[in-house]
Nanobody, 115 residues
C-alpha cells in the first residue's frame, strides 16, 4: 500500500507563492506518473499538473506559466511551485500517484488565496 504525505498548503495573498510537496512511500521504480489535482467548492476535481518518470510535464491551461511541477526520484517526492496565485486557485490540492500497481491519492491540502 502506497502512502502519500502532502505538505505546504496555507493562506496566501493574491500574487503570492506557495510550494506543495508530496512524498510517496512506494518504490520509485513502480511510479509512472506523479501529479496534482485540485477541487474547489462545488466544482469537480481537475488536473493541475503531472510529470512522468522521464520528466515530461503536463499542465492545465489555467496554470501554465505560473505553476511548476517537479519531482525528485531519489526521494520519491513531487513538488508543485505555485506563483502569481489568484483567488481562483483556492481549492483543496490532492497529490496523485499512478504506479504499475494502482492509483493513489493524498489526503489533500487546503490552499486559500485571499487578501
Amino acid at each position: 500500500q502506497v502512502q502519500l504525505v502532502e505538505s505546504g498548503g496555507g493562506l496566501v495573498q493574491p500574487g503570492g507563492s506557495l510550494k506543495l510537496s508530496c512524498a510517496s512511500s512506494g518504490s520509485s521504480f513502480s511510479v509512472i506518473v506523479m501529479g496534482w489535482y485540485r477541487q474547489a467548492p462545488e466544482k469537480q476535481r481537475e488536473l493541475v499538473a503531472d510529470i512522468n518518470r522521464y520528466g515530461r510535464t503536463n499542465y492545465a491551461d489555467s496554470v501554465k506559466g505560473r505553476f511548476i511541477i517537479s519531482r525528485d526520484n531519489t526521494k520519491n517526492t513531487v513538488y508543485l511551485e505555485m506563483n502569481s496565485l489568484n483567488p481562483e486557485d483556492t481549492a483543496v490540492y490532492y497529490c496523485n500517484v499512478r504506479t504499475v500497481f494502482g492509483v493513489y491519492w493524498g489526503q489533500g491540502t487546503q490552499v486559500t488565496v485571499s487578501p
